[in-house]
Structures are given as structure tokens and as C-alpha cells.
């Protein structure tokens, strides 16, 4: 697969599997951790539930939910990230392809959940609706749909096409699904932020002193301060919408 100028910028920052670094220092990617909870929150129970984590990455969401034991199956483009992720969950279910191209016989109708985190700012916007279309088919009768995105309110990074509104997200779901959940992530208040920064600062000492449970605080401060907040008001949007 040729990979696009954007798509070449984020196979580069996988030489390393950078969303496990709050496994060796706590502190790491706080603002990660907290959306990732809010995804997993979304999905509720996953007794008995078929999940795809679309855009999976180094595989770092498949392998918390691993721990719970779920049925969930990663897809990523990129070869490099898939290797580590079948080197953290070396029993889990890991594809290499392209997301328009996945609704094939055997993935049609299969899953009753598909997340996609920080994926869709990747891809080119005429193909956007082509991954969505390929959601809708492999998604069973009444299947959900969790989508984070960066928001507009922060720049266009050189490895995203766009970013993102909830009615730009609509205008790509029409007719497929129905958003029933729409949240903004990652608070742009001044003063919270500016605190965070420097309790952040401070963990870096403290993770040398070995205050482990520095960590938690930080994860409680930044999910009351700037953790959810109204959709089109973070840096982030979260949806959670379902199959029509």
C-alpha cells in the first residue's frame, strides 16, 4: 500500500510505541488515558460483544481491553504498527489493510461495536464517506459507532487532512447512522491547562522520588478540570452513534 504524505508522517513516529508510555512512566500521556476511558465507557458491557478497533494503531486500546478479555480485532495500514501491537497482545487479532476495502463477505454483518480513535483526521476527505460505508457493513443490525477526532478549535497537524465539528461528522454518518452521543474532549480553559502544565512539571520530580501515586492525581485533575466537556468546545470531539 503507498502510503500518502500524511500517512508517511505517522508511520514514521511508529519506530517506537509511543501510547505505552504510561506503562513504564505513569505521568505519560495523561490526556490519551482520559479519552481512552471515555471511549471504553461508551462501549459499556462488552460480554459477548464482537469489537474492531478501526485504525488501531500500535494497538494500545486492543490491549486494555485484551485484559478484560473482550473479542476485539485491530486494523491498521501500517505493517510497523501492527507488529507491535501482536508483540504487546500476542493473542490478539490483528489485520493489515486498507479501511475502505475491509467489507468483505467474511467481516460483513460481524461486529457490534467498531471504535475508531483518532483515525479519520488520517484519511483523504473523498475517501472519509468510503470508510464510513465500510463501518455500515460490517457492523451488525443496530451496531455502534464511537469516532474521536481533533477538533477545529487546534491546528491541522501535518499528518491530518482535517479536523473536525459534530456537523461535519453528521454530514459524513447521513443516512447511515444516528449520532446519540456527541461530546467534546480536552477543555481549552487558560488557568486549567496553565495548572495542568505545571503539575505536569512537577511529576516528572516527583516520578524521580518515586511518588507513584502522583499518577492518579494527575488522571483526577484532568478528568474534573479538562476532561469532557460540551461538543464543539475541546480539542476533541467523541461521538457515539448508531447503524441505520
Not at 495523561?30 to 494503531?57: S, T
Not at 467481516?107 to 480513535?117: E, Q, R, T
Request: proline share 2%; hydrophobic share 35%.
Amino acid at each position: 500500500m503507498k502510503l500518502s504524505q500524511q500517512q508517511q508522517v505517522q508511520e514514521d513516529e511508529y519506530t517506537f510505541p509511543y501510547h505505552y508510555l504510561d506503562l513504564v512512566e505513569g505521568f505519560r500521556l495523561i490526556e490519551y488515558q482520559d479519552y481512552i476511558r471515555v471511549v471504553r465507557k461508551l462501549l459499556g458491557d462488552i460480554n459477548n460483544k464482537k469489537i474492531m478497533d478501526a485504525g488501531c494503531g500500535d494497538g494500545r486500546f486492543c490491549y486494555q481491553l485484551l485484559k478484560e478479555n473482550a473479542n476485539i480485532t485491530g486494523v491498521d495500514y501500517s505493517q510497523q504498527a501492527i507488529n507491535f501491537a501482536k508483540a504487546f497482545s500476542p493473542r490478539g487479532k490483528f489485520i493489515v489493510g486498507d479501511l475502505t476495502k475491509l467489507a468483505t463477505k467474511t467481516l460483513k454483518n460481524k461486529f457490534d461495536a467498531i471504535v475508531s480513535i483518532e483515525t479519520i483526521e488520517h484519511i483523504k476527505p473523498d475517501k472519509v464517506r468510503d470508510i464510513i460505508l465500510s463501518f455500515h457493513k460490517m457492523l451488525k443490525k443496530d451496531g455502534e459507532l464511537i469516532i474521536t477526532v481533533p477538533s477545529k478549535n487546534t491546528p491541522v497537524s501535518s499528518k491530518h487532512y482535517q479536523h473536525f465539528f459534530v456537523e461535519d461528522l453528521e454530514r459524513y454518518l447521513q443516512g447511515l447512522f444516528q449520532i446519540e452521543r456527541a461530546y467534546g474532549h480536552g477543555r481549552l480553559d487558560y488557568w486549567p491547562n496553565k495548572l495542568f502544565k505545571i503539575k505536569l512539571s512537577l511529576a516528572y520530580l516527583k516520578e524521580g522520588l518515586k511518588f507513584r501515586n502522583y499518577k492518579n492525581k494527575l488522571l483526577n485533575f484532568y478528568k474534573k478540570r479538562l476532561g469532557l466537556c460540551k461538543y464543539n468546545q475541546g480539542k476533541r470531539v467523541i461521538i457515539k452513534a448508531r447503524k441505520i
